[in-house]
């Protein structure tokens, strides 16, 4: 049962334009979300989070979209680079712990083109 | 700050072969984690430690898989015998312990790329 979704498998932008990257989840006990950058031959890198009790959290080019009512977050790229060009993992904390474990989407190939 | 330190990086072997992989988490981090990330998907928890003790293990493949975290520091993954479904990249994390609101990310090390023949 896969409980984050990344129904894109790759996206494909024109630099300086916006990247937008979606995730759907369907565990209601998730209170956390995260957003993970991945290179090739890298382990993931953390980018960007939000807790449940906010639907906008931004840093820099990068801002997350929580949309409890409808299960889902995106991340919005502004403005692109050819350097955002990685795997971008969705992943989601439950119950509140300090100590939860971290469940992944299966990932969306980005590619910004120069 | 060090980061989370994995070796070796790249391990081929034969099926049925045994195979261990050995991560060494930040310190101070109190919690350490394994997942399994197979080509196209995402990272798959196997195994979560808290200090020396194991959390969570229910996707853990205990005919085939262990793993300890002796003294709850470095741990090792162990895979025997391997099987060609075992071709991953097998990603240790770790993070510390909040006890107030704020910010839970895990940090990962940059992985050990198990091919099996």
């Known amino acids: 049962d896969q409980q984050v979704k990344q129904n894109s498998p790759s996206l494909s932008v024109q630099e300086g334009r916006i990247s937008i990257l979606n995730c759907d989840y369907t565990?209601?006990?998730?209170?956390?979300f995260l957003w993970y950058k991945k290179y090739p031959a890298e382990g993931p890198t953390f980018l960007i989070s939000i807790s449940s009790i906010k639907d906008k959290n931004e840093d820099g080019r990068f801002t997350v979209f929580l949309n409890k009512s409808a299960k889902h977050l995106s991340l919005h790229i502004v403005p692109s680079q050819p350097g955002d060009s990685a795997v971008y993992f969705c992943?989601?904390?439950?119950?509140?712990?300090?100590?939860?474990?971290?469940?992944f989407g299966q990932g969306t190939i980005l590619t910004v083109h120069p | 700050e060090a980061g989370v330190a994995q070796s070796p990086r790249y391990k081929i072997i034969e099926k049925r072969q045994s195979v261990a992989f050995w991560c060494n988490p930040i310190?101070?981090?109190?919690?350490l984690y394994w997942y399994q990330q197979i080509l196209g998907q995402g990272p798959k928890l196997l195994i979560q430690?808290?200090?020396?003790?194991?959390?969570?293990d229910s996707q853990l493949p205990k005919d085939r898989f262990s793993a300890e975290r002796l003294k709850g520091v470095d741990s090792t993954l162990k895979i025997q015998p391997a099987k060609l479904e075992d071709s991953a990249v097998y990603l240790c994390?770790?993070?510390?312990?909040?006890?107030?609101?704020?910010?839970?990310?895990?940090?990962f090390g940059q992985g050990t790329r198990l091919t099996v023949v």
């Open positions: 310190s101070g981090h109190a919690t």
């Open positions: 994390a770790s993070s510390p312990i909040r006890r107030s609101a704020g910010r839970r990310e895990a940090f």
């Open positions: 565990n209601s006990m998730f209170d956390y």
């Open positions: 430690f808290q200090n020396n003790g194991v959390v969570d």
């Open positions: 992943a989601a904390l439950a119950g509140g712990t300090s100590y939860g474990k971290l469940t």
